[in-house]
């Protein structure tokens, strides 16, 4: 606005030449007060502080400190460069901070992707009082945000303890829940299956006892995440991947509760992450922490790699959970050949996740665009259905569910293993 005040000026007056130096000259002299001015960026410090680690979906605030170690009070506008994953909210910072002070601003993080997010730099530009010219300049807060899956099937967790529960007799009228493992005596009740009665201690105790059992505990899951590519493919908006891993952390604090071990194997062509089979309060956090990184990888898992691996790190039996895809080029090609190898130490059950979108498809019969879809999505059907049956017939639990009932399929799963002492 001054600039065009002076243009004005020089077309209005009757000697246009001295006015247009006198012009320039003022200009030029208010441009380099205001940058004398101006606070010094140089004299800023920035720390951040607020939490390390949230799960997808979940907005983060992270606070953004910044000092004034300089003579002059600091006018501008800061630039906070997150990555555009991150979802950084706002993303320009008007700040006033006085001479010798500190000043908090918030900038909240609704992260679109799992995975650790870092802020690149903080681009300060300060302002002189005249707001016609300032400094810019650049400064590093470092903070790493690590971006943890969602767990979503967390709504079925009161329904699967109290499944557990009553696996475990603490709601049953009689006491004693189902398992394998001796629990203690107690007196017959009519109903009683008569194999349980103790003839021995009935004699000694002048009364007819049955043994009571519980299910066992100090049992080994594995959680294995195929991360090949068909890890990678899309149901909804959500990958199989993430599908998989919500499924895990369910039937991982379903088994914790339970007082088993549960290890984690992602792997494809080689291992992303290990984690050996344990428990503790802190199970979820550190399972959470490890598939965090876990990303899927555009080759064909290494299903005789994938076993190999299962057996190197659970000694013990265990329950082996495959979370892969129910598809030729992976069960028949991969998995099949080297499944003796693992069903012959261990009980497997091979989870997964299906598309509600291809059962949809295979209803249409409105034109013959939908008769083509549906013919597709039969066959689609079909083969997953003799997959599922090969599995079977070689003695492997299958979970073939849709994104909705995934992880509580597969937490029934292991539950009814349980009762039934088949761990």
């Not at 991947?241 to 914790?256: E, G, K, N, T």
């Amino acid at each position: 606005m001054l600039a065009f005040a002076g243009v004005l000026a020089v077309l209005l007056s009757p000697a246009p030449a001295p006015t247009l130096v006198l012009v320039n000259a003022a200009l030029l002299l208010m441009v380099g007060a205001d940058i004398m001015l101006a606070g010094r960026v140089r004299r800023l410090e920035f720390t951040r502080s607020g939490p390390t680690s949230a799960r997808l979906g979940e907005p983060v605030t992270i606070v953004l400190a910044v000092t004034n170690t300089g003579r002059r009070t600091v006018r501008a506008r800061v630039r906070d460069a997150w990555p555009p994953s991150s979802g950084a909210q706002p993303r320009i910072l008007n700040v006033t901070v006085p001479a010798g002070q500190r000043r908090f601003f918030e900038v909240v993080l609704r992260p679109t992707r799992r995975g650790d997010r870092r802020p690149f730099r903080i681009t300060v530009r300060s302002l002189g009082p005249l707001g016609l010219a300032g400094r810019q300049g650049r400064h590093s807060a470092p903070w790493t945000l690590r971006v943890l899956p969602p767990f979503t099937s967390r709504r079925h967790v009161p329904a699967a303890f109290a499944r557990l529960q009553e696996i475990e007799g603490d709601v049953t009228l009689r006491g004693g829940g189902q398992g394998s493992e001796f629990d203690s005596l107690r007196d017959y009740v009519p109903g009683d299956d008569v194999r349980m009665i103790d003839w021995r201690a009935s004699a000694r105790r002048g009364a007819v006892a049955v043994k009571s059992f519980r299910p066992e505990q100090d049992r080994r899951v594995v959680c294995v995440l195929d991360t090949g590519r068909t890890s990678a493919g899309r149901i909804g908006d959500t990958p199989r991947l993430d599908h998989a891993m919500d499924a895990a952390l369910l039937l991982a604090a379903v088994a914790a509760r339970a007082g088993d071990r549960i290890g984690l194997i992602a792997h494809d062509t080689a291992a992303q992450a290990i984690l050996p089979a344990t428990g503790g309060l802190d199970l979820l956090v550190r399972m959470s922490a490890a598939m965090a990184l876990v990303e899927p990888v555009l080759a064909e898992a290494d299903h005789r790699a994938i076993v190999s691996s299962v057996l190197r790190t659970a000694g013990r039996r265990s329950l082996v959970v495959l979370f892969t895809e129910l598809a030729p080029a992976v069960i028949e090609e991969g998995l099949l050949p080297a499944l003796p190898a693992l069903t012959a130490r261990h009980t497997v059950l091979v989870a997964a996740v299906s598309d509600p979108r291809v059962a949809e498809l295979s209803t249409g019969r409105g034109n013959v665009r939908a008769v083509y879809a549906a013919a597709a999505a039969e066959q689609t059907l079909l083969r997953r259905r003799q997959l599922t049956g090969m599995l079977r017939h070689r003695g492997v639990q299958v979970v073939d569910a849709p994104p909705a009932t995934f992880a509580a399929a597969v937490t029934e799963i292991y539950l009814t293993l349980k009762s039934t002492g088949g761990l």
